[in-house]
Every structure is written in C-alpha cells, then in structure tokens.
C-alpha cells in the first residue's frame, strides 16, 4: 500500500429482478433477488482476505444489501449516502432497454430542457457528486481500505470523465454486478490497480 493514499475497491451491487427484465433502475429501490444475494457471498468470500477498515454504500436497497452480505461476520460500519446512487432516470425508470438498446443514447442526446421536462439527471451532476464524495472519503480514510458498494452508472462516468482512455467507450452493458475496480487516491488523484468484471 502505498503511504497517505486510501485503498478504494468500487464495487457494483448484485442482481436484481430488474436487472433480468432489463428495466431501467434508475433510483427505484429494487432489492437483490437470489442469485444477487448469492454473487454478493461470493464476492466476500472472494475478498476475505482484504483488511476492510469501512464500507460506504449507496442508501439504495440493492447496493446497502451487497454491502451488508460482503461485509458478513466483520464488524464493520457501513454508511449510506445518496452521493453514490445510480443516476435518476425520471420517467424512463422502469423503461425497458432490451427491446431498445439506443434509449441510454437517446436518453443522453436530449436537450438540457428536455432532461428538465422529462426528470432525467443530468450526467456532469452525477459525476460531480459521485467523484467528489469519493475524493471526500478517500481524504478520511488514507493509509486505509475501504469497500464502496454503488450502480454501474456513476462507475461507469468516473472511469470515463477521469480520462482513463481505455475505458472511453464503456457502455451500461459492459459493467456486470458485483464487479469492481481496485484504485488508490490521495484525495486529488485517483490510480486504478485492478479491475474484475468490466468488459
């Protein structure tokens, strides 16, 4: 580890019966279903090795159930935030994206008013809550390893807006539940180690 940088693993929630469907979630509280509930043990299992100091998670039911599951029989405190919710969809929510698979596009391609009229977040919102909560926490928390369990979403924006090229064309589809990205960040900066499950 290095010294006076916090070790973040970014973690996507488990399955969801929306996530079958392929409905948008948006910030509808859908919880894990099964097999989410099971890929979130196995993931903890996976990660049992790893000194968790804290986990933060998104106060979503999805994402604060995966955090619960992985954080198991360590005593550890797990806070909730709405800083790290999936992207508010507005009347899209609930849209199926199976029969479409241009309504993300479609979705990003309206027009500021448009956003406004139809509820949608706009993405440099969510990317500017989400970044800067991450660099919040990870000022709290140097020399320390925390689990941040959130949505693909603003995963997703982070990897895109930090400039990482390789991710520059990242889709929705491209990031499967439970995986997770590895970084270090001193609170400005922010270094990827290790990602698993992003396409």
Same mark, same amino acid.
């Given at each position: 580890?290095?010294?006076?940088?916090?070790?973040?693993?970014?973690?996507?929630?488990?399955?969801?019966?929306?996530?079958?469907?392929?409905?948008?979630?948006?910030?509808?509280?859908?919880?894990?279903?099964?097999?989410?509930?099971?890929?979130?043990?196995?993931?903890?299992?996976?990660?049992?090795?790893?000194?968790?100091?804290?986990?933060?998670?998104?106060?979503?039911?999805?994402?604060?159930?995966?955090?619960?599951?992985?954080?198991?029989?360590?005593?550890?405190?797990?806070?909730?935030?709405?800083?790290?919710?999936?992207?508010?969809?507005?009347?899209?929510?609930?849209?199926?994206?199976?029969?479409?698979?241009?309504?993300?596009?479609? &979705? /990003? %391609? +309206?027009?500021?008013?448009?956003?406004?009229?139809?509820? =949608?977040?706009? @993405?440099?919102?969510?990317? !500017?809550?989400?970044?800067?909560?991450?660099?919040?926490?990870?000022?709290?928390?140097?020399?320390?390893?925390?689990?941040?369990?959130?949505?693909?979403?603003?995963?997703?924006?982070?990897?895109?807006?930090?400039?990482?090229?390789?991710?520059?064309?990242?889709?929705?589809?491209? &990031? /499967? %539940? +439970?995986?997770?990205?590895?970084?270090?960040?001193?609170? =400005?900066?922010? @270094?990827?180690?290790?990602? !698993?499950?992003?396409?």
């Amino acid at each position: 580890m290095k010294k006076n940088y916090c070790t973040i693993y970014l973690t996507r929630h488990g399955e969801t019966e929306w996530n079958v469907k392929k409905l948008i979630q948006g910030q509808n509280d859908i919880p894990l279903n099964k097999k989410g509930k099971e890929q979130a043990e196995k993931l903890s299992e996976k990660l049992k090795k790893i000194k968790f100091d804290l986990i933060y998670s998104s106060d979503l039911k999805r994402a604060s159930e995966t955090a619960k599951i992985i954080a198991g029989k360590r005593e550890l405190k797990i806070i909730k935030s709405k800083a790290l919710r999936e992207r508010h969809f507005g009347k899209y929510q609930g849209v199926s994206f199976k029969k479409s698979k241009a309504i993300f596009e479609i &979705i /990003n %391609n +309206l027009k500021t008013n448009e956003k406004k009229d139809a509820k =949608v977040e706009d @993405e440099q919102k969510v990317i !500017k809550r989400f970044i800067n909560y991450i660099r919040e926490v990870s000022i709290q928390n140097l020399d320390k390893t925390i689990l941040i369990v959130t949505h693909a979403g603003p995963i997703r924006l982070f990897l895109i807006n930090l400039s990482f090229r390789i991710y520059k064309n990242l889709s929705e589809g491209n &990031i /499967n %539940n +439970l995986s997770y990205v590895q970084l270090i960040s001193d609170g =400005v900066s922010f @270094e990827i180690e290790k990602t !698993k499950g992003i396409k």
